[in-house]
């Protein structure tokens, strides 16, 4: 449903981008209404009121006016600022690209109050402490199944036969598992392990909770993350830009891909 013509809203920002001299584009998330697009009049001057409310993954209040084009942002107030991401470079990339995977997966106006909560709820837990890269993948199956594009974990697009628990090959262009006798062969399909399958599951259809109990090594989780990366930039058929990030500050030694310590 449209939003009126002046109207309030909680959001969470995703993204900003230069307009004019002083303003600024503003990318929303908000419960109600979906993305939107505002402009943040003055918000580059260094006396703005608004700039400190608007930063990028601030979880904000914000009061719109409904402009010719775009919706004008007239006051905003911070509910979190998430600090603590901000002074870790590992968890800010971690949160950075959750952010830009809702905006690419969010056709403008397009309401989705689960993928708001999904989305501060990841914000919350990478803020305090909780293990980034299980997090970011319970993230990613959680947007995925949102969004309309869960994998088929269950049973072979091939054959339609129950998957048994052996070695088995995942294929983003067939949206799922594939058994070996499908898979096989099959160019954009990649090895899935036994262990690998079973986590791809608990993430789809488990909490949080139950993932992060997990006992999950380096090696499994370096495969579950390549899978899960490869199938969203299969279904937005491009590159997501943060990626890039967060493996240059693995190379560095900021960030390593490792589950929750044995």
């Known amino acids: 449903m449209p939003p009126p013509r002046v109207y309030k809203t909680e959001a969470i920002v995703l993204r900003q981008r230069k307009l004019g001299e002083a303003d600024k584009i503003i990318t929303l998330y908000t419960p109600n209404y979906g ?18 409310h608007l930063e990028v993954l601030t979880y904000t209040s914000a009061m719109l006016a409904q402009g010719r084009n775009l919706d004008v942002v007239t006051q905003a107030q911070a509910i979190e600022s998430f600090a603590p991401l901000r002074e870790d470079l ?24 689960h993928i708001f909560q999904l989305l501060l709820g990841t914000l919350r837990r990478l803020a305090a402490g909780a293990a980034a890269d299980i997090v970011l993948r319970y993230f990613e199956m959680q947007l995925l ?18 998957l048994t628990p052996v070695p088995n090959y995942f294929s983003p262009a067939a949206g ?63 590159e997501v830009r943060s990626v890039a990030f967060i493996d240059r500050l693995r190379r560095e030694g900021v960030g390593e891909p490792v589950g929750v310590p044995d």
């Open 176 to 238: 799922g598992v594939l058994c070996p006798s499908c898979g096989s062969g099959t160019a954009s399909s990649r090895p899935l392990s036994v262990s690998a399958l079973k986590v791809m599951r608990l993430l789809q259809s488990g909490a949080l909770g139950d993932v992060l109990r997990v006992r999950i090594g380096p090696t499994l989780a370096q495969e579950v993350e390549f899978h899960l990366r490869v199938y969203v930039i299969h279904v937005l058929e491009r």
């Open 35 to 52: 993305k939107l697009e505002a402009v943040a009049k003055g918000v580059r001057r260094p006396k703005s009121r608004l700039a400190g």
């Open 145 to 162: 199944n949102l969004a309309g594009f869960q994998p088929q974990m269950q049973h072979c697009l091939g054959c339609r036969k129950s």
């Open 90 to 113: 590992d968890r800010l990339s971690r949160a950075i690209y959750a952010a830009e995977l809702v905006d690419r997966f969010s056709p403008e106006g397009a309401e989705s109050y």
